[in-house]
């Protein structure tokens, strides 16, 4: 047996024997206040006493039990989060297996729940994605906007499957619904510090207070967190992946009558990172039945006398790229919230205004030479939105939520190629080294592109209680969407060719059409669709329900905004989904357990999806969007919660994912295989992107120490373990970009006064330290690079709260 798994297995156990030993010491029933009950990623917002309701508000737009709503959704708390101290959603996609998030940097963000949602290859400005992200009732356009530090949350719900008769935005796929803490009129007052290998340091605070009693309440959160980085550019004898992040959010609550309040939030985020830059993992001079790599990367590097490969070792975490590099953003946005009772109905209005500013830079090679020196598109995206819903109040025989929703959106692309003096040889050896080096070196292209999305929607749904067992829910959407767009790239540099004959003049810019040609377009198009759900709900005890539900879902068309091939039209289909589910939810044990259980099958008609071939007869690679005929994504996924004393508890979450490709005759071919033809047939392959397997348990324990100082003194620890098995990371699923399983753990122990006064705790992500990859990117040159995951962290974090 491998003594690398032998030893990490070690570890582990002697960390669950040291989390035993701390629990063990503690007798049953000893703490004065039992710890939250939690379900695995299905969390308390404040479950106080064990049993306690877990109160969710997004899944049908009321305060209910999570455990009487017939929908598979995971609730994540604040103090789960503080545990654990997650801050990113990357942290967080631990806790939930059904869900994945892809980040090769900020805009190129997917998130998939159930498979489903977006592919993994690079985002599309035109491509909207299939999982909605809330932030306080406000949909985020994009999903970059997802990836700054979130600050003084209340919960985060995720919620699995198609979301569009309650939510203002539809979604195909899912939603996260994140709510910050709102103001309160009595002071608060938190804060925490934390210092870490790796330079890491974050300092976190959160203030509240009344201005004018009962009438106007204010809140002010903020965080600023950073790091030296992972990884090291051997070219620039320098640090990379380094961040610094800065958040701030302030929120105004009025409440001039007890059933009617206001409540205004503004906020501002930045963020400055020295990355992409890529590590090499493999190399391949030859396709997979042995025929040789024309032109591959050893080949190319041969051409360059001092140019050394790289070593090939993804976890020394040395790339050595020669060009700038960076994934600069700020989010920034304002939005008010009206929530006013009339006593049997409520009437909730949320306006909100946004903007998100992309400042990218990348080498395009990932090399020490001057081969694509630039390679970069920028984002100034805005957006407006408006809902408005009417929701029944109190017991009804019907309950409802009826809503309009209006959204506009802009996102301006302002893109960038740019080759030095080493493209030439490089990407084109046979041709005369002399004109394409005056084709190539120095050559840049810039290009503009505009999608622009107006959508207009009535939705609602009604809960019809047919007896106090049976509840019959309903739901219809309308969607009126008008998408515009126009692409124009064109040249802005280059050698100059007054030297050149016309003929030669002639063959350098056909090299430079080759690479990145002139061209211009519009497109436009509207689009009307309807979607809507039908779920039964039975409770079969006073702590027990079965449910069956079926969802039709429709995804907006896309808008295909780059320079196109022949044949490729610029607008892409909607997406219609079915989706079916069945689940079982239940508490036992005097409600100290939960279990939950859902079984899905979901079919998408039309899946939209980023193609990513290489450029017939050249060295060149395109990506565009398209349809896929036919995906389907079927599983079964469960949660587990045990509250065994008011000292100790544990949670399991485990999900089975079978997704693939059921008709998809006219893929691009996977890289090793590209001697056998541009096309392949992935009808009934694996969706890329998707696990088939994915778990993660956790335990909590804590034991009083007695008093200091007056105050009463715990003892605390956490500890959990999450695993993913292998998944592919490439839109063709080639078998080079496969990764491998993997599995992560974390733990944090600390002391605390009962009454938050102080904690300090000290913590470990990763503390295996297991080497894995975020991604594999295979190249046409045989060439295989790679993003890692971070390596073992540790730190101390100091609290307060008053």
Not at 108 to 135: P, Q
Not at 175 to 198: C, H, M, Q, W
Not at 289 to 304: D, E, K, M, S
Not at 597 to 623: G, K, L, M
């Amino acid at each position: 047996m491998n003594r690398v798994f032998l030893f990490k297995q070690r570890q582990l156990i002697l960390a669950g024997v040291a989390l035993g030993s701390l629990i063990g010491a503690a007798p049953a029933f000893a703490a004065e206040q039992p710890a939250d009950v939690e379900v695995p990623a299905v969390a308390a917002e404040d479950a106080g006493e064990a049993g306690e309701a877990i109160v969710v508000t997004a899944s049908r737009r009321r305060d209910e039990d999570v455990q009487d709503v017939p929908v598979a959704i995971s609730v994540i708390s604040a103090d789960a989060l503080e545990r654990r101290g997650d801050f990113t959603l990357g942290q967080i996609q631990q806790q939930v297996p059904s869900l994945q998030v892809f980040s090769f940097n900020p805009r190129n963000t997917n998130i998939n729940i159930r498979g489903l949602g977006s592919n993994v290859a690079l985002t599309n400005d035109g491509l909207e994605n299939g999982v909605g992200f809330y932030i306080d009732n406000v949909y985020y356009g994009r999903v970059g906007l997802s990836q700054f530090d979130l600050v003084d949350l209340q919960s985060i719900e995720v919620l699995r499957g198609p979301q569009g008769t309650l939510f203002g935005k539809n979604t195909t796929s899912g939603v996260i619904n994140i709510t910050s803490r709102k103001p309160s009129f009595d002071p608060e007052l938190s804060g925490e510090a934390s210092i870490g290998n790796y330079g890491f340091r974050q300092v976190r605070a959160s203030a509240s207070a009344g201005i004018l009693p009962d009438l106007l309440a204010v809140r002010i959160s903020g965080a600023i967190s950073g790091n030296d980085g992972f990884l090291f550019n051997k070219t620039t004898n320098t640090r990379a992946q380094n961040y610094r992040n800065e958040s701030i959010r302030g929120q105004l609550l009025f409440t001039p009558d007890p059933d009617f309040e206001v409540r205004i939030i503004g906020d501002y985020a930045k963020q400055e990172q020295d990355h992409v830059l890529s590590v090499f993992a493999d190399l391949h001079t030859t396709y997979a039945n042995g025929a040789t790599i024309p032109n591959n990367f050893a080949l190319r590097a041969a051409r360059f006398p001092g140019y050394t490969l790289p070593a090939f070792r993804p976890f020394d975490r040395i790339g050595e790229a020669d060009s700038h590099y960076q994934s600069n953003m700020a989010g920034y946005g304002v939005s008010g919230e009206v929530n006013w009772d009339f006593g049997s109905a409520a009437l909730t209005s949320i306006t909100a205004y946004r903007w998100w500013d992309w400042n990218p830079a990348n080498d395009g090679d990932s090399t020490s030479l001057p081969i694509t020196t630039k390679a970069q598109q920028a984002n100034r995206q805005r957006q407006f939105s408006q809902e408005l819903r009417l929701a029944s109040m109190g017991n009804r025989t019907v309950d409802y939520v009826i809503g309009a929703y209006y959204f506009w959106q802009v996102v301006k692309g302002y893109g960038a190629t740019r080759y030095g003096s080493a493209a030439a040889l490089w990407n084109l050896p046979a041709a005369d080294q002399t004109l394409a080096n005056a084709a190539l070196n120095g050559f840049e292209a810039n290009s503009t592109s505009t999608p622009e999305t107006r959508t207009f929607a009535l939705f609602g749904q009604t809960d019809w209680h047919m007896s106090d067992a049976l509840t019959l829910t309903t739901g219809l959407r309308w969607t009126h969407e008008k998408k515009a767009g126009a692409f124009s790239q064109f040249w802005v540099d280059g050698a100059d060719l007054s030297g050149f004959t016309a003929a030669q003049v002639t063959a350098i810019n056909a090299i430079r059409t080759q690479f990145n040609p002139v061209t211009s377009f519009a497109t436009k198009f509207s689009d009307n669709s309807l979607s809507g759900l039908v779920t039964l709900n039975w409770k079969v005890a006073p702590d027990a329900s079965v449910y069956g539900s079926y969802s039709r879902g429709n995804k907006s068309g896309g808008l295909n905004l780059t320079a196109l091939p022949a044949g490729i039209a610029p607008e892409v289909a909607p997406e219609k989904v079915d989706a079916f589910e069945l689940g079982f939810k239940s508490r036992f044990l005097d409600r100290r357990a939960t279990f939950n259980a859902a079984a899905f099958w979901t079919e998408i008609r039309d899946y939209q999806t980023a193609i990513t071939e290489q450029v017939p007869n050249t060295v060149n690679v395109r990506q565009y969007i398209a349809n896929i005929p036919k995906v389907r994504s079927r599983g079964v996924e469960g949660d587990l919660a045990f509250q065994a004393s008011d000292s100790l508890s544990f949670t399991a979450s485990a999900s089975y994912t079978d997704a693939k490709y059921v008709e998809y005759a006219n893929a691009p071919q996977a890289v090793e295989n590209l001697n056998l033809g541009g096309i392949q047939d992935m009808s009934g392959k694996p969706l890329s992107g998707v696990p088939k397997f994915a778990w993660s348990v956790g335990a909590d324990g804590n034991t009083p120490l007695g008093e200091l100082g007056g105050r009463e003194l715990s003892l605390y620890a956490h500890a959990d373990y999450a695993h993913r098995s292998s998944f592919n990371t490439s839109a063709t699923n080639s078998a080079w970009a496969q990764v491998p399983g993997f599995g992560i753990a974390n733990a944090r122990i600390g002391l605390k006064t009962d009454d938050g006064l102080w904690d300090l705790s000290v913590w470990a992500r990763n503390l295996l330290n297991e080497d894995y990859f975020l991604n594999l990117s295979a190249g046409n040159t045989g060439v295989v690079t790679a993003q890692v995951g971070e390596p073992r962290t540790y730190g101390v974090t100091l609290r307060t709260r008053l």
